[in-house]
């Protein structure tokens, strides 16, 4: 799975800028962002950089992006203080982007309370707080847009007109009550959306990050979300589904009979895979929404796949393996 239309959020090294005031629900969880500086490998050599991170415990738990400290050798966090303690990796989730460090702080820290985004509604205010350099103008602040699955097949990703920067990466999406409902991971090409990894598939995990393992359910196939006019190119006489391209040998998918497709020209789309429509009785409309609900299980459950194979519908009972390493 790839992203699509956006970029990795990464700055270098900075000692973030003091926050203008905000009203006192945010500058609470303002507090509870800190800056996480970092010296990592890369191609043979080091390199140092930062993101943000959100204290979720008053005894020194951090919550952040993956791909801020996934190759960390050396990891310091800077508090809303200004003191600088060194840190360690507790746990890494690749598959959601997020994970968790810890330090040991001389005394309680302030910690942001974690909310839920499955209430959120298109047009709500969310606010954005992060450590970049570039944020000299402390919070930002706009509209949240849509819950979305598909630009990493998935994953839920709140959108925002929030402006965010280079260097907010693992930093907070606050409600207005001041509640963290999303973790920022990233921006869109042209800097106007915010993405954040919804709260609510975050906190299910937090155990299994502190203790450093994340598992995740996996069906093992590539797919394409399935258009009446992607329909219409390749003669299909469903326009609704996935569209099974790949299949890759050995995985649960393979196990259960599940036909990928065959390119017939370099590029082109593959013809003659199966067309999933239905996971357990529920309509599965994009490739998305089917990864979602994979990950949604556990691994070593069953689940029905409905499909469409030479215009018949089918069944096939998957059992979910384990998701492979990113």
């Known amino acids: 799975m790839r992203w699509m239309a956006v970029v990795i959020l990464i700055a270098a090294l900075s000692v973030p800028v003091a926050a203008q005031a905000q009203p006192a629900a945010i500058d609470q969880v303002d507090q509870a962002v800190v800056l996480v ?41 800077t508090l809303w203080t200004g003191d600088v303690l060194r840190a360690r990796l507790m746990g890494t989730d690749p598959v959601y982007d997020v994970a968790l460090i810890a330090v040991d702080p001389r005394g309680p820290l302030p910690a ?3 909310g839920s985004s499955a209430s959120l509604q298109p047009g709500e205010t969310l606010t954005a707080l992060g450590r970049a350099p570039r944020r000299q103008g ?19 990703l709140l959108r925002a007109l929030a402006t965010v920067w280079p260097g ?29 990894v919804a709260i609510d598939a975050v906190t299910p995990n937090l155990d299994a990050l502190r203790a450093g393992t994340i598992r995740h359910a996996w069906l093992g196939v590539s797919g394409l979300t399935l258009t009446e006019r992607l329909a219409q190119e390749l003669g299909l006489a469903v326009a609704h589904g996935v ?32 067309i999933i429509v239905a996971v357990d009785g529920r309509p599965i409309p994009t490739f998305g929404t089917l990864a979602a609900y994979v990950l949604s299980r556990r691994i070593g459950e069953t689940v029905t796949l409905e499909f469409i194979r030479d215009g018949q519908r089918l069944t096939a009972s998957v059992v979910l393996g384990e998701r492979p390493e990113i």
């Open 37 to 77: 500086s970092v010296i990592a490998e890369s191609g043979g050599g080091t390199i140092r950089g930062s993101g943000s991170g959100i204290i979720i415990d008053p005894e020194g738990l951090i919550l952040t992006a993956n791909h801020v400290v996934s190759r960390a050798r050396q990891i310091e966090v």
């Open 112 to 114: 942001a309370r974690l």
């Open 138 to 156: 402390g919070a930002t602040t706009g509209s949240f847009l849509i819950l979305d699955h598909e630009a990493r097949p998935g994953v839920p």
């Open 168 to 196: 907010d990466s693992g930093g907070a999406l606050v409600n207005e009550r001041g509640d963290v409902v999303g973790v920022i991971v990233a921006v869109t090409r042209d800097g106007t959306v915010s993405m954040a």
């Open 243 to 274: 569209l099974i391209t790949e299949v890759i040998p050995g995985a649960p998918a393979a196990q259960a009979g599940l036909r990928g497709g065959a390119s017939t020209a370099p590029g082109a789309v593959p013809r003659g895979g199966d």
